[in-house]
């Protein structure tokens, strides 16, 4: 469920201050960087972590859940229909969104590279192994699209070797449910409800979002959306 709590919450700040986040992206960006801040801080003081809702916020940030949730509501913008308020509304921001997410999946990387990379996890081959391998490879693919998100590195780049770039995002999503269900598998198989529910859910918002990336395929090579452009084509690196 925190899933979904993430994403309301992402989607309800988007929307409420997504004036000010296209205005003001570096403010934005130093906020994702300042929850990173808090989280780290548990490494030098570890006594925080007896606290409850420090507690909560750790499980939040080890387990990548705001960096999911932003990266999540870039992707959905991308299928929404070219004449709509919301897209509107978010259109202009999803290289902001984008960018924060990023930042805020740099503590989900440390936890796990830290907890699993210094251990033999990589010398057998399980789901576990292979999904960390994928997560190396997200590291990769998506620390391509951070860093092409800059609006300086864009204007270095030719518009179609950007283009290609940013098409590689599709890649990163589907990469990342695959890291995902491969992780959770065990615990699914062994029977946990709260897991089930979880995988669930990202079962759910795949598969929705797939569906959604074909019918907007379709309409736009029918012209049925209205100013459809090669500018549809970028996902986390927005036009604007």
């Known amino acids: 469920m925190r899933v ?3 994403l309301l919450l992402v989607l309800v700040v988007s929307i409420l201050f997504h004036t000010a986040i296209r205005k003001h992206p570096g403010a934005f960006y130093l906020v994702a960087l300042a929850l990173c801040a808090v989280y ?7 006594d925080l972590r007896v606290n409850y809702w420090y507690a909560t916020f750790l499980k939040v940030m080890q387990r990548g859940t705001l960096g999911f949730a932003l990266i999540t509501v ?3 913008i991308g299928v929404l229909p070219q004449v709509s308020r919301l897209r509107d509304m978010l259109g202009p921001i999803r290289r902001q969104l984008s960018i924060a997410g990023c930042i805020m999946l740099v503590p989900h990387i440390a936890f796990y590279a830290r907890s699993y990379l210094a251990s033999n996890v990589l010398s057998d081959f399980n789901n576990v192994a292979v999904s960390l391998v994928l997560a190396m490879l997200l590291v990769v693919v998506g620390l391509m699209l951070f860093v092409t998100s800059f609006l300086v590195v864009r204007h270095g780049m030719s518009p179609a070797t950007w283009k290609r770039v940013q ?3 599709y890649v990163f999503f589907g990469l990342m449910f695959v890291h995902l269900l491969l992780f959770l598998l065990p615990s699914v198989l062994a029977g946990r409800a709260e897991t089930q529910l979880v995988v669930a859910i990202y079962l759910m918002l ?4 797939a569906v959604l990336r074909i019918v ?6 029918r012209g049925l959306d209205a100013g459809a452009s090669a500018g549809n084509a970028d996902v986390l690196g ?3």
């Open 4 to 6: 979904l709590v993430a």
């Open 40 to 46: 780290f801080a548990s490494f030098v003081a570890p």
């Open 216 to 221: 907007r395929h379709v309409r736009d090579c």
């Open 238 to 240: 927005a036009r604007n």
């Open 206 to 209: 795949g598969i929705v979002y």
């Open 167 to 169: 098409r590689s995002s």
């Open 74 to 76: 870039v992707m959905y």
